[in-house]
């Protein structure tokens, strides 16, 4: 009677959105779908939590503003990082926040995304609204670019200031992990040569992401990290890498992935992520 009850409870939840046209979906790992409600419960009490986006996509962003919001009036102890903010661009953040210097400044100066007006930029005024820790995360992009064409061992010749900007060398690589093993792949299939320093420029972004969510953390506090899916997604990527630095703490993951029919979440997607906020495929882009 129980299974035939909940049976009936999917069957006129699928059919009442069907109707309604809703502009995203959520789904447990398992593909059980869930209520706003029912996820923010199982983010409560989790010490870090990754939301993968897709980078074009507004359910995505506003998605994310809508979780911190409600992350925030569970716990104020809010700490904030995104892949989109380079991490020698740090201080740029931190004088924004305090009021030091103007928007304008951080557009000019902090190499934004063409997109941050308006996916990036309402998280930031959150954040200084709340007089919130916002955390530059990756590494800059000249030396994912550096380790792209010369591997990991040119990270050496850095200045020690320059290392300051990136997880400590050596770089702990496994070349087997499915989120790098997939990339050289796709290449071939389109094919191209695999070139192994691609999955390793990756790799690179992923630990030095997941270096400054440790090094920023603080106990009793909660971190939300906006990044691409790809960076998270499967529980690897900066997941990976954060599991070595924090064994014991929890994290939850969030992806976004785009479906032709919302009611049901695709078999490929399942095991994502602890969540999966599903957006129809024909939502407009941000760019």
């Not at 069907?18 to 790992?29: E, L, V």
């Not at 691609?198 to 953390?217: C, E, G, H, L």
Request: proline share 5%.
């Amino acid at each position: 009677m129980k299974r035939l009850i909940t049976l009936l409870f999917i069957a006129l939840t699928a059919v009442s959105f069907a109707q309604d046209r809703p502009a995203y979906r959520i789904f447990d790992q398992n593909g059980n779908p869930l209520t706003y409600k029912q996820m923010l419960s199982g983010l409560e009490k989790a010490d870090f939590v990754f939301y993968g986006e897709l980078h074009n996509n507004p359910i995505a962003h506003w998605m994310e503003l809508e979780i911190t919001k409600s992350l925030y009036a569970q716990n104020p102890k809010l700490i904030l990082g995104a892949e989109m903010f380079e991490a020698d661009v740090q201080l740029i953040l931190d004088e924004y926040l305090s009021g030091i210097i103007r928007e304008k400044d951080v557009k000019n100066e902090a190499r934004v995304w063409p997109n941050y007006s308006t996916d990036y930029q309402p998280l930031l005024v959150f954040a200084r609204e709340h007089d919130l820790r916002f955390v530059a995360t990756n590494i800059p992009r000249r030396y994912a670019n550096l380790v792209y064409r010369k591997g990991f061992e040119a990270l050496e010749k850095l200045s020690d200031q320059a290392k300051q900007y990136i997880a400590p060398l050596p770089i702990k690589y496994d070349p087997e992990l499915k989120c790098y093993k997939n990339m050289l792949q796709g290449m071939v299939h389109m094919g191209m040569t695999a070139n192994p320093n691609i999955a390793k420029a990756q790799a690179i972004k992923d630990a030095t992401m997941a270096y400054f969510i440790s090094r920023n953390y603080k106990k009793g506090y909660q971190f939300i990290h906006y990044n691409g899916s790809y960076h998270s997604d499967d529980f690897q990527g900066i997941v990976w890498y954060l599991k070595s630095l924090e064994p014991q703490a929890k994290i939850v993951t969030i992806t976004t992935v785009e479906q032709d029919n919302t009611n049901k979440l695709d078999d490929q997607y399942k095991n994502k992520a602890n969540y999966i906020i599903v957006v129809p495929s024909d939502m407009t882009k941000t760019y």
